[in-house]
């Protein structure tokens, strides 16, 4: 190949200040792209390119990574992904929570059914899955994990009690045969009545069968209010019996009662990474969303319903309000509107802020994109970190929140060749604008698109551009590849 070959490429990107996702200060650079991946960066003034992009006054980063989702559903019903790519994403880990779509067939018991009805649960085997998300791309990529509680439906007649031996044997086989078709990890949802007879012995027994296959343990605690450290002591012997690292799960202080206790509960983590691989990620608002149920009403300082099968013109409404007009106390009106969702305000500003600066988490959304009126974060949350957290409050740099977005998920996930810029990675990447990027969802009306993001691109095609889903579907089911 002489010169002339070597400095030609399909896109070509220029005038922006590149921020690399390794947390290093933003340089001014060129980048070029040929197929699906970064061919050079440097001063490349004298390439040739099919397509030019003028980044000028612009900020180009690697593709946000949304390492907590439950987008199982959506990138097979919505493969435009519009509430991820108009944020920046380009990556998304599903099946968080214990909750995943495969392997399960039935009627979803709560919080299942945040995906979907049984008409969703179709997929006996993880396999399955796997094949029709490829067999039908989205926007985006998705790197799978297989959550807890859909292995206990699958293979347990009865919830409310600890999995029997046999049981717990077969939980692991499922999960070991989901593992060999491409799951990178098992999620679990401690904190939910499917999972919540489950002991820590029938999850670490479960969980053993990663280590063979490289993956990783993450987990919905079974308490993030009072008894948090105790949740996140179970959470670290889980990860250290079945010799894997261990991610907790939006990490959080609730209820009024535990508030100013993120201090305490970040130390802990902090003792815990001394002596093994656990991690954490952190979603950028102060109210958190899952199904309505009377321990979240109770713990919260405000709630408000998301969607309810039975009551749906009751989307958007503030429960207290609901209560009210029905003439009837919060757990009476909760139970008039079941099956359905909620917001609730539970946590403390210092108390995020304290996780987002001192806790050195992932950030990930945890949006619910079922949900009729969802929670803002769906639509807000990278460039609520970039927007408000780094550039208003300066809790961090650009290049630090930019970093726990692409290069530090990237590395805890194992998705090799994503999260940096950098020559010969995959071509994932986002475009905007520093100075104006803000999210603009909100609680009264959170399906909006935020401001300041120009262009992301997926493997190499643009999927959104002008405000809008380009039409393109380059998304990939990525692997988990860790170092040995």
């Known amino acids: 190949m002489d010169g002339s070959e ?10 922006g200040t590149v921020i690399d996702g390794s947390g290093s200060p933003g340089r001014a650079a060129d980048v ?3 197929g699906d991946s970064i061919a050079a960066i440097g001063d490349l003034s004298d390439w040739r390119a099919v397509e030019r992009i003028d980044a000028s006054g612009l900020t180009l980063s690697p593709g946000f990574i949304d390492v907590h989702t439950h987008d199982d559903r959506a990138v097979l019903s919505g ?21 995943s779509l495969a392997p399960f067939v039935g009627t979803p018991p709560p919080p299942m059914n945040l995906l979907g009805g049984e008409e969703w649960y179709r997929f006996p085997t993880f396999a399955g899955y796997r094949a029709a998300v490829e067999a039908e791309p989205a926007a985006v ?8 509680t859909s292995l206990r439906a699958q293979v347990m007649d009865d919830l409310d009690r600890p999995a029997t031996a046999r049981e717990g044997a077969a939980m692991r086989d499922l999960l070991e045969e989901a593992l060999e078709a491409g799951a990178i990890g098992l999620s679990t949802g401690l904190a939910y009545k499917p999972a919540l007879a489950s002991s820590t012995d029938e999850v670490a027994a479960v969980a053993e069968g990663l280590a063979a296959h490289g993956g990783l343990y993450t987990t919905h605690m079974r308490d993030e209010g009072d008894a948090i450290l105790e949740a996140m002591d179970e959470a670290f012997e889980v990860g250290r019996r079945a010799r894997v690292a261990a991610v907790i799960s939006h990490f959080k202080c609730c209820g009024r009662n535990n508030w100013g206790r993120a201090k305490e509960a970040v130390a802990h983590l902090r003792a815990a990474q001394e002596g093994q691989k656990v991690e954490a990620d952190v979603y950028p608002y102060t109210a958190s969303s899952t199904v309505l149920e009377a321990k979240s009403i109770a713990q919260s300082e405000r709630v408000t319903v998301t969607w309810s099968d039975s009551h749906p013109d009751m989307s958007g409404r503030d429960l207290h309000e609901i209560a009210a007009d029905w003439g009837m106390g919060l757990t009476e009106a909760a139970a008039k509107l079941q ?6 305000h539970q946590m403390d500003e210092a108390d995020l802020m304290h996780i987002l600066a001192a806790g ?16 803002p974060r769906l639509w807000g949350t990278f460039p609520r970190v970039l927007g408000r957290y780094a550039r208003s409050k300066g809790l961090f740099s650009m290049e630090e929140a930019v970093h726990r977005m692409t290069g530090l998920p990237a590395a805890v996930f194992g ?28 609680f009264d009306d959170p399906k909006q698109p935020a401001a300041g993001i120009d262009r992301v691109i997926v493997n190499g095609k ?4 002008e405000g809008a889903w380009s039409g393109a579907r380059s998304g990939r089911v990525l692997q988990r590849k860790v170092s040995p």
């Open 339 to 344: 099956p359905a969702g909620a917001v609730y």
């Open 79 to 99: 493969p435009d992904m519009t509430p991820k790519v108009s944020q920046g994403v380009t990556t998304v880990v599903t099946g968080n929570c214990g909750v």
């Open 462 to 465: 643009t999927v959104w551009q």
């Open 360 to 375: 050195g988490a992932m950030i990930g959304s945890d949006g619910l994109p079922h949900d009729k009126h969802p929670h």
């Open 141 to 148: 990529n998705q790197a799978m994990l297989v959550g807890h």
């Open 32 to 34: 070029a792209v040929t």
């Open 6 to 15: 070597q400095r030609a490429c399909d896109l070509l990107i220029t005038g």
């Open 415 to 442: 998705l090799e060749g994503r999260g940096t810029v950098a020559a010969g990675a995959q071509a994932d990447l986002v475009i905007f604008d520093a100075e104006n990027v803000e999210d603009r969802a909100t």
